[in-house]
């Protein structure tokens, strides 16, 4: 019988403004030991249900398994501390490596430069071979086999920092899905559109959905994977082999010396593949619409790798100010115009904006609009009484959420 696992720490990245939703989420997924931290959301769990909850994220760029932490009164011990750990568990010397600082804002006044202290603890790294064993691991700084995070925070003392090394358990980012080709030109990072499907309740309630502008489908795939169960790391488990691991941490030593975990991930991901193969592809209908016919071929090559039959997607070429429900439909309607970042722009989206608010108020009564704008301008050529307005990121710019209760 295997040992109970212990508690390990873990750190969770996401954009900007989403970390109470990267909360939530890992308290539904039954992690409640979370806190609140700059750009994400630390965590404590066992090994597998760590795992877990990286297959299943939608909001996390990346995560993170804490391997070593100590604390440093100055910046100019850190070599010294760095060589104290035990390396030789991390990586071997025939390994690439490749390593990352995050300094906490509040210890920005004294790790002003980042990469230098990566510097250091990268020379930590290779010496502590070096002197060994006459070898030492290689950078890789694009595609490396073990990739670590070194975060640096201020300690309750005055002068004191902790300094937690972590591995990358990802590799590629989380929000990259795997479902857009390259040449897609998406406004929405995937983990974004995930974000805001989450507070339309889409997760829930699971109604009739609408992009009414849906460019290259990044909210119709978030969707059609929410509508049927199934984790955004499909596509990754989906082509997972022994030369294209689904992440990182295939790579990693603690990994591939514990049986019992690596008999557990696997099952995992078994058990996802289960799922997928029992989709019913001709249930609730999902609906698409843009003016441009290549972002409608975009759109359609994204679905078509999610799901190669797939008869969930309804995709239309026309003008959302005119787009009509279809029949029957009952549920949620959306829209991400866009925002005018180009010169004489201006009036053509004014009326842009006020043609589509027109249309939703005379032809989509009983259901629900969202509309996702970066321009406060121009969402108040919408003469409609907004409900709610949500605040996000998408990327730099600062955007609202707007919800409208259709009578």
Same mark, same amino acid.
């Given at each position: ?27 539904? /997924? ?56 035990? !390396? ?101 990072? $995937? ?62 030593? !603690? ?108 032809? !989509?009564? $009983? ?19 907004? /409900? ?20």
């Amino acid at each position: 019988m295997a040992k109970p696992q212990k508690n390990r720490f873990f750190f969770a990245s996401c954009p900007r403004s989403l970390e109470e939703m990267l909360e939530q989420e890992l308290i539904d /997924s039954g992690i409640t030991k979370t806190r609140i931290s700059n750009g994400g959301v630390q965590f404590q769990t066992d090994i597998s249900r760590g795992l877990k909850f990286l297959i299943n994220t939608r909001i996390a760029s990346r995560v993170y398994l804490e391997f070593h932490q100590f604390t440093l009164n100055r910046e100019q011990d850190l070599y010294k501390d760095a060589r104290k750990v035990n !390396w030789d568990k991390v990586l071997d010397n025939n390994q690439t490596f490749r390593i990352t600082t995050l300094v906490n804002r509040f210890a920005l006044s004294t790790f002003k430069n980042p990469l230098h202290y990566s510097l250091v603890l990268k020379d930590a790294l290779v010496d502590h071979f070096r002197d060994r064993d006459g070898v030492r691991p290689d950078v890789d700084k694009k595609d490396a086999e073990v990739s670590i995070l070194m975060r640096v925070d201020k300690t309750g003392n005055r002068h004191g920092y902790w300094v937690s090394l972590y591995y990358d358990l990802s590799g590629t980012p989380l929000s990259n899905r795997g479902y857009r080709l390259p040449g897609h030109g998406a406004p929405l990072r $995937e983990n974004l559109a995930a974000a805001l499907l989450y507070k339309m309740n889409y997760h829930n309630d699971k109604p009739d959905f609408c992009d009414s502008m849906c460019g290259s489908g990044t909210l119709l795939s978030e969707a059609l994977l929410m509508l049927h169960d199934l984790p955004p790391s499909l596509l990754r488990i989906k082509n997972h082999s022994e030369d294209t691991p689904a992440f990182a941490f295939f790579n990693h030593k !603690w990994f591939y010396e514990n049986k019992d975990v690596k008999s557990k991930f696997e099952n995992e991901m078994h058990h996802v593949m289960k799922r997928f193969n029992s989709v019913d592809v001709s249930s609730r209908i999902v609906y698409g619409q843009d003016n441009n016919p290549r972002n409608l071929t975009q759109t359609k090559e994204s679905l078509d790798l999610l799901f190669p039959l797939n008869k969930n997607v309804t995709l239309n070429y026309g003008d959302s100010t005119k787009l009509v429900p279809p029949k029957e439909f009952k549920g949620i309607i959306f829209c991400n115009p866009p925002y005018g970042e180009r010169l004489g722009e201006a009036q053509e989206l004014a009326d842009l904006y006020y043609n589509y608010g027109e249309n939703l108020k005379n032809n !989509w009564k $009983e259901n629900t609009a969202y509309i996702l704008t970066g321009n406060p301008e121009l969402r108040k050529k919408i003469s409609l009484q907004t /409900s709610k307005r949500t605040p996000f990121y998408n990327g730099k710019i600062e955007c609202r959420l707007l919800r409208y209760n259709l009578y």
